[in-house]
């Protein structure tokens, strides 16, 4: 069983940074990926980014490309999503997940843990 918790959401102008966190307890977090969701109000949960169990495979929604940064410290059981130039379209719930797969993967399908998520608003 992995628990995760989020943290470092915040409310911020267009343009800030934020960088969230991902912390989890159970031995097995390293041998998973770990992805990062979203979910905006009215809309579906989506895919924003994700890394594999070793930090060399990363992926990306088109829409963060460029913008938003994931790594993970797998010696301190953390995943990070650093975000920058921060858009009012960012604003959400974000999610992480992990426990399924070694490779990152887009469907919410692929991760069996999730963690409560952390609010994100960005003021234009």
């Known amino acids: 069983q992995v628990q995760l918790v989020e943290s470092g959401g915040g409310y911020v102008q267009a343009g800030d940074s934020l960088r969230l966190s991902c912390t989890a307890s159970?031995?097995?977090?390293?041998?998973?990926?770990v992805g990062w969701f979203r979910q905006a109000t009215g809309k579906e949960r989506e895919f924003v980014a994700g890394?594999?169990?070793?930090?060399?495979?990363?992926s990306y929604t088109d829409s963060v490309k460029g913008r938003f940064t994931i790594s993970r410290d797998n010696a301190k059981n953390t995943a990070y999503l650093q975000m920058n130039s921060l858009k009012p379209e960012d604003t959400a719930i974000y999610y992480c997940?992990?426990?399924?797969?070694?490779?990152?993967?887009?469907?919410?399908?692929?991760?069996?843990?999730w963690g409560q998520g952390t609010q994100v608003t960005v003021s234009s």
């Open positions: 997940a992990s426990g399924q797969y070694r490779v990152p993967v887009t469907s919410p399908l692929g991760y069996r843990y």
């Open positions: 159970g031995r097995t977090f390293s041998s998973y990926s």
């Open positions: 890394i594999g169990w070793s930090g060399e495979s990363t």
